[in-house]
Structures are given as structure tokens and as C-alpha cells.
């Protein structure tokens, strides 16, 4: 595997805890442009309403996400990750996140269907992309352009730049999965400002992508949990059996 920089982040010391999410947990360390993201087994679904934990989950994420983050570094998009450090964290750049969830849709599932009533596994005739305003008391409501502007959430010259990224991230993505025998249903992204630049953060992993199988239609993410379908570990366990293949 390839690591995009070696040096940064060699001797770098866990500090304190910056914030706990309902999958991960965020630390300091002693260098201020760089957080340490710990991957929790911890699952959640429909706002936290659902709870529960999924085997080894942490360290599959962990070990997905690095590999995706390295990958579209490759192809040309910045993004927050530095290192994998150990099983469950990675060392990334210390991001100001911007609050506005980008939701990147090629066949239709989930929320698409229930809100536009399109059967699910519709392919869409072009990707469809969402903005969600990332706030759990108001329960990451879908908007727009004008809402992201009208609060102030990020500028214009961001938001393009956050469009253009993930059109970017789906084709490089959709390319990817689709050589291991994956389809990309949908996904979701976060992006933050570092140093004056947008780039991509979060993670991406069976927790934030819907993933079928190819030829069964086989559900392989989340969705396992969310509709109690049972074999969750072994499902994120096959995405990354197909990612390393
Ligand atoms: P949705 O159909 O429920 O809106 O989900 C679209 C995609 O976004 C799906 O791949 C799962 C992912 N997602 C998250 O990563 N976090 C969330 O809180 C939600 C609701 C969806
Ligand atoms: N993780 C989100 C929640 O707990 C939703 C989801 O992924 O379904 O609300």
C-alpha cells in the first residue's frame, strides 16, 4: 500500500479528545494542523434512533476509507488523510468542516425513493447530487444553493469547487468499484477548509456508500443494518476483500 507522506505525522502524540460522532472519535495530537480519527464499531441509523454495534466495523472503515482517501489522492483530489496509523486511526489535516453534507446518487435507493417515489435500483439518467445541511437537531435537512448562501454555510467559489470534487469523486469512484464487481448506488461526502483550500474529509466506507453486488444485487453496506438483514461484518468484510483484490 502506498502511504502519500511518510514523514508528516512520524512522531506525532495523541492528545485530547476534540469530539465523539456517532462512528468515530476525533483527538488532537501535539502538531495543531493534524487530528487523529479514530473508527468506532458503533452503528447508527434513521437520526441516531437506531443503535447498535457491527463486529470489527472500526478497523474495516478504517482500512477502506485509507485505501479510497490514497486513491483519489492519486487521481487528483486533496483530500484530509495523511497516514493509516494503526487499525482503527488515521492521521488527517485538521479540517473547519464545512456543514453542508454532499449526497452523490447513481441509481435510485433509500431517501431518493421514498421522497421522489422511484422504485428502487432505478438507474438515474445522470448522477443526481444532494446538499443536506449537516445538523442533527434539525435533522440534516435536504437544501440548496440559495439556503447554503442565505446561511452563510460556505461561498459560492467553495461550493464549486465542492461540486466539481464530487462529480470528480463518483466517476473516479463509480470506475473503481465497477472493476471489483461493486455497484455504486449512492454516497456521501464532507468537505472542510485547510490552509485556504477545500478538501475532501470524513470517510468513505460501507457506513456512507450503498454498494450491490454486481450480478446478485446483493446489498453490501449499511443498508444490512438499517433493514436488519443480518451478515453485516461479513458484508463490509467483502468490500474490503474486493477493494484489496
Ligand atoms: P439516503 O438515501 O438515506 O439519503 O442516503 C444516501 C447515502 O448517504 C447513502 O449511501 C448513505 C449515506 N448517508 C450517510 O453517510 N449518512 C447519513 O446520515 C445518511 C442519512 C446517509
Ligand atoms: N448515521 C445516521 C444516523 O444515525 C444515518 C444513517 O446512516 O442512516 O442518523
Redesign the pocket.
Known sequence: MIETDNRIGDKVKKGKKIYEGKAKILYETDNPDLVIQEFKDDATAFDATKRGTIKQKGVINNEISSALFQMLELKGIPTHFVKKLSDREMLAKRLDIVLVEV?MRNIA????SKSLGIEEGTVLKTPVLEYHYKSDPLH?PLINDYHIEMLGLATAKEMKKIKDYSFSVNEILRDFFGKVGLKLV???LEFGRFKGKILLGDEISP????LWDKKTNEKLD?DRFRRDLGRIEEAYQEVLKRIKS
Open positions: 449526497t435507493a433509500g431517501g431518493l440534516d449512492d454516497f456521501k457506513d456512507t456508500c450503498r449499511k
